[in-house]
């Protein structure tokens, strides 16, 4: 498990975790979850095409989900967003399975794609990852504020003169960066997973943004950790494992808190 050949593995599991943690909180907290979902759709169809045409898979995965990020965020001022979400969803399937078709890709690298690999992470995918996870975190770093902001209180953030159209713009663009670095280790199908189940645990065991996005990262790295010692003792794909363990988190958070405030009542009674 910590041979030499798992390093990157464990390496681009660290990263992918990080970016999860960080960029689902405001996933979560934005209420964007279906985008979430969609874009991952949108780098399947970019890495496939990749395949077909002999490119780098991160190639099309980047290019593809900064494409369905762009379109969604031009099309959901002009309509409702989850229309907007919805047709670029359904686009990027329609373009995907153009390209499969198309390709003689074998069904192993498929499979990677829609429920992910990561032990099969090469080390020349390491530095193009390392350098889109440090963009990434910069670009949040920066709009921190902003990001809270609109996303609390998006009609004071606009009286104030925040531009909430760039703000939501340049966040789609870093989602649409993690997810193309999240669809080589988990896949396609379950990456929204990693974005949605950590990070919505953490948002109910923390009211403080600063403290719940350090949690909600802390929560993706072990989910991410223990599918990797877990797709490896039981060879099974990782995406299984980081689903299963987001709605365990999720579900005991909810307990927690239930329980917590069953306590709480008690004691004011």
């Known amino acids: 498990m910590f041979s030499s050949f798992m390093t990157n593995a464990w390496i681009s599991g660290t990263i992918v975790a990080v970016l999860a943690g960080a960029v689902g909180f405001f996933v979560v907290l934005r209420g964007a979850s279906f985008p979430?979902?969609?874009?991952?759709?949108?780098?399947?169809?970019?890495a496939a095409g990749a395949n077909l045409v002999g490119l780098n898979p991160l190639v099309g995965l980047v290019s593809f989900a900064v494409a369905a990020a762009l379109g969604i965020?031009?099309?959901s001022r002009?309509?409702?967003?989850?229309?907007?979400?919805?047709?670029?969803?359904?686009?990027?399937?329609?373009l995907g399975a153009a390209f499969l078709t198309l390709s003689t890709e074998y069904?192993?690298?498929?499979?990677?794609?829609?429920f992910g690999e990561i032990l099969g992470v090469s080390r020349s995918e390491i530095v193009p990852v390392v350098v889109l996870g440090v963009v990434c975190v910069?670009?949040?770093?920066?709009?921190?504020?902003?990001?809270?902001?609109?996303?609390?209180?998006p009609e004071l953030a606009e009286a104030r003169g925040v531009n909430a159209t760039l703000i939501e713009t340049v966040f789609l663009v870093?989602?649409?960066l993690s997810t193309a670095l999240t669809v080589p280790v988990v896949g396609a199908l379950l990456t929204f997973s990693l974005m949605i189940g950590p990070p919505a645990a953490a948002r109910l065991l923390s009211s403080r943004p600063s403290r719940a996005i350090a949690l909600s990262i802390a929560l993706a790295l072990v989910t991410v950790w223990l599918s990797i010692a877990a797709s490896y003792t039981f060879n099974l794909p990782i995406g299984f494992f980081v689903g299963?363990?987001?709605a365990v988190l999720?579900?005991?958070?909810?307990?927690?808190?239930?329980?917590?405030?069953?306590?709480?009542?008690?004691?004011v009674l």
């Open 250 to 267: 999720f579900l005991g958070a909810r307990l927690w808190g239930a329980l917590r405030a069953r306590s709480l009542r008690r004691a």
């Open 174 to 176: 870093v989602l649409a």
């Open 138 to 153: 910069v670009a949040l770093v920066a709009l921190f504020r902003p990001l809270v902001f609109t996303s609390v209180a």
């Open 36 to 46: 979430a979902h969609a874009i991952p759709n949108g780098a399947f169809a970019g």
């Open 73 to 75: 965020g031009a099309t």
């Open 244 to 246: 299963t363990l987001g």
């Open 107 to 114: 069904e192993p690298a498929i499979n990677a794609l829609l």
């Open 78 to 94: 002009r309509t409702r967003n989850d229309v907007a979400t919805a047709l670029s969803l359904v686009l990027m399937l329609a």
